[in-house]
DNA sequence: CTCTTGTTTCGTCGTTTGGCTAATTAGCCT
DNA sequence: AGGCTAATTAGCCAAACGACGAAACAAGAG
């Protein structure tokens, strides 16, 4: 639980569940698209793995990331009914 | 954005919601609630009121805090649409 | 085996966070 | 004014975070 908020918590983070809500990526088609080293890309990348927003799968020498939709899905309806609020959409 | 989410990445913080969630309270109500020290809980406040979460007003010598609803909705509403996700409630 | 590409680990630096105690402000009451 | 209570601010510490470069580690290609 507060996995899932410290990794949605950075700027970055959001943007790759972004990029990877449109079609799964690369680690480093992921990294073309932000100024941060590969290194520090792949940092958030296991905080987003930590909070099991994301899943990484090797083929050959590249990963590829998923989204795990579910995930921040239920993370959000959870806190919705924790604090009881009904979403407006 | 990234505030909100700070502010909810912390156990403690999300309990002090919790507890706004039912009713409104003194600072002291809520420090009574938790092991921690007044002025830590305090620190707590102001991260939430950055976050524009809670709002606080002065009584006499004790402040009230409240809890902003419509941001947190507001808050999770912004995400489900970002990330295109259909709450299930 | 060696080279290249893609990715992660390591070591470091500066900043932020969460906690504490001590000191300060703010308001009320004699 | 002086004292009391409620709450915040100030200052400090240890741990965690975000960033980097350099080095190490796959996995395939030549």
Redesign the pocket.
Known sequence: MSDIF?AL??P??RSIIGLLRKRDL????I?EHF?????????????LKEADLIQ?T???????YTLNVSVLEEALCAVMTTFKINPKQ
């Not at 690369?26 to 088609?29: D, L, R, Y």
């Not at 100024?35 to 905080?47: C, E, R």
Request: aromatic content about 4%.
């Open positions: 410290k918590s950075d970055t983070r690369t680690a480093g088609e990294a100024p941060q080293a590969k290194p520090t890309l792949s940092k958030h990348f296991s905080v990484g090797r083929v050959g020498t590249t990963i590829t």
